[in-house]
C-alpha cells in the first residue's frame, strides 16, 4: 500500500509540473506578434531619422509617437509575463524613399499589434493607438515636405 501512495503521489506531482509548464507555455503565445511590432517601430524610426528634411515637424513627431509605442509594447509584453526579447520572423525590408519605408514599417507593426491577442493591461491598445498616429504624421510629413 506505501508503494501505490507513493507512485499516486509521484504521478500526481508530474501531472501538475506539466500541466503548469502547458500553461507558461501558452500564456506567452502571442508574444511574437508583440516582438515583431516592436522590430516594425524600430525600423521605422531608423527610416524616419534618414529622411532629408523636417517635413515640418511631423517627421518628428512620427519619431516621438512610434518611440512611445514601442515602450508600450514593452510594457505590453512585461505585463503578459513574456521575456524582454524574442524569437520573431523579420519580415523584408521595405524598398524605396524613407517616408514611405516608414509608412510601410508602421502598417506591418500596426497589423502585427493587431494581430496580438489579449490587451495586456492596455498597453497594445495603446501601443496600436500611437502606432497609427505615427502613420498620421508620417502621412501629413510626405504631403508636406515628400517622401525622401
Do not use: C
Not at 497589423?111 to 502606432?131: P, S
Amino acid at each position: 500500500m506505501p508503494g501505490a501512495k507513493l507512485r499516486f503521489t509521484l504521478a500526481a506531482s508530474l501531472t501538475a509540473l506539466t500541466l503548469a509548464t502547458v500553461g507558461v507555455g501558452t500564456a506567452h503565445a502571442d508574444q511574437p506578434r508583440m516582438y515583431s511590432a516592436r522590430n516594425d517601430l524600430q525600423q521605422a524610426i531608423g527610416a524616419l531619422q534618414a529622411a532629408q528634411d523636417d517635413k515640418g515637424g511631423h517627421r518628428v513627431d512620427a519619431i516621438n509617437l512610434a518611440q512611445q509605442a514601442i515602450d508600450q509594447v514593452n510594457l505590453g509584453i512585461e505585463f503578459a509575463g513574456g521575456p524582454p526579447d524574442g524569437f520573431f520572423v523579420p519580415p523584408l525590408p521595405p524598398m524605396g524613399p524613407a517616408m514611405d519605408n516608414a509608412n510601410a514599417w508602421l502598417q506591418m507593426a500596426v497589423g502585427e499589434l493587431q494581430a496580438a491577442e489579449d490587451n495586456k493591461g492596455g498597453h497594445r491598445e495603446t501601443a496600436l493607438n500611437l502606432a497609427q498616429q505615427a502613420i498620421d504624421q508620417t502621412n501629413v510629413g510626405i504631403q508636406v515636405g515628400g517622401p525622401n
